[in-house]
């Protein structure tokens, strides 16, 4: 019986499957650059400038690039740079880095500031880049016309969509600097280091090592992949709009999310607590965090059930009209006990990095 170990926030759980119910693995492309090749590439950056570090998300790349990053320092004999986060991550990025000093970032108004972060896919942007986790943060105003320019009512992750152009319209408005990073679950597949709306030729790229061509399935069971992909259930969402192109019309996805940081989205919030029906995604008056990806959520469950194992209050998981799970057997009994002995299981490890078609 093999074993497949599937992150589950810091920690893993293992799936002990029959080799029979086992689907084929996804083969992951693109090659990893070495420490050396992550050196060169930040070259670019001039560490004797007065720099503080805005970290967007805490994943095993970013730590990676900032260790090789402190080291340039360190060999210069130049103070490292203030370390910024956003307060959701900031006692995530306090573990990984103990001996430095992170604070919270709330300023763009700094021409001192690089934004460090790995880029992702992202079902109303297409792809989530330094850009559009700006827009995001501080361009709340603009965020309703990049909701109103969504492709449809279904998540378009990996596409070249209208929405984008507004995150990087927005962010060529402020003097500042971008490390973006494409990465797999083996290491830094590449990096750009220049202004964010410049960085997104990376999405390109990142396309191409991403996509895999599978074709139609039953069953899957999906895993981000890395803690800062499933800190919150919002977040999570996005590993499931990658894979759902390749799931079969009255299918089941699973989610292997723990959502540590609870629903991380105010529009789902709004929902469970009865302040925001359906109706009112199709045509808001004003936009409300994470409104998209309860949108999508809605309009995927009329194809596909969608379960979830995660630490979040059943009664938050049955008011979005998800399977509740509270253990990875669990998941796998229903599954064979609903579906039959012999189904086959898709099972995708790197879900926030992997694109389905």
């Not at 560490?47 to 090789?68: F, G, M, Q, W, Y």
């Not at 069953?219 to 919002?234: A, C, D, F, R, Y």
Request: net charge neutral; hydrophobic share 35%; glycine share 6%.
């Amino acid at each position: 019986m093999p074993e497949i170990w599937l992150n589950y926030g810091a920690n893993e759980v293992v799936l002990d499957i029959k080799a029979e119910n086992l689907e084929q693995k996804t083969e992951i492309k693109g090659t990893n650059l070495s420490d050396s090749e992550i050196d060169s590439k930040l070259e670019s950056l001039d560490i004797s400038k007065p720099t503080e570090i805005v970290v967007l998300n805490a994943s095993d790349a970013v730590r990676k690039t900032l260790s090789v990053l402190f080291e340039k320092y360190e060999k210069q004999s130049i103070q490292k740079p203030v370390i910024l986060a956003d307060k959701e991550i900031l006692p995530m990025l306090k573990k990984y880095l103990p001996e430095h000093n992170v604070s919270e970032f709330n300023n763009l108004e700094n021409s001192n500031l690089v934004f460090l972060g790995e880029m992702e896919f992202d079902g109303l942007f297409g792809f989530e880049t330094i850009s559009t986790r700006l827009l995001k943060k501080f361009g709340t105003e603009l965020m309703l016309s990049a909701y109103e320019k969504r492709k449809n009512d279904q998540p378009s992750p990996g596409e070249n969509v209208e929405s984008f152009k507004i995150a990087q319209k927005f962010s060529k408005k402020f003097d500042i600097l971008g490390i973006e990073i494409i990465a797999n679950s083996n290491g830094i597949c590449d990096l750009a280091v220049d202004h964010p709306s410049s960085t997104t030729s990376l999405t390109k790229a990142f396309g191409s090592y991403a996509e895999a061509d599978i074709g139609k399935h039953r069953t899957m069971i999906i895993s981000t992949g890395k803690e800062s992909s499933n800190h919150t259930l919002g977040k999570s969402l996005s590993s499931l709009w990658n894979c759902t192109n390749a799931l079969k019309n009255d299918g089941h996805a699973i989610l292997t999310a723990e959502c540590r940081h609870g629903i991380g989205s105010d529009a789902i919030r709004h929902y469970i607590d009865d302040r925001l029906n359906i109706d009112q995604l199709k045509k808001p008056s004003k936009y409300i965090d994470g409104m998209e990806n309860l949108l999508y959520l809605t309009e995927i469950q009329k194809k596909f059930q969608i379960g979830i194992l995660s630490i979040l209050p059943e009664f938050y998981t049955k008011k979005l009209n998800m399977l509740s799970f509270n253990g990875i057997k669990k998941v796998m009994d229903y599954i064979l006990k609903t579906q039959g002995q012999n189904q086959k299981i898709k099972v995708i490890s790197d879900g926030a990095r992997t694109f389905l078609r």
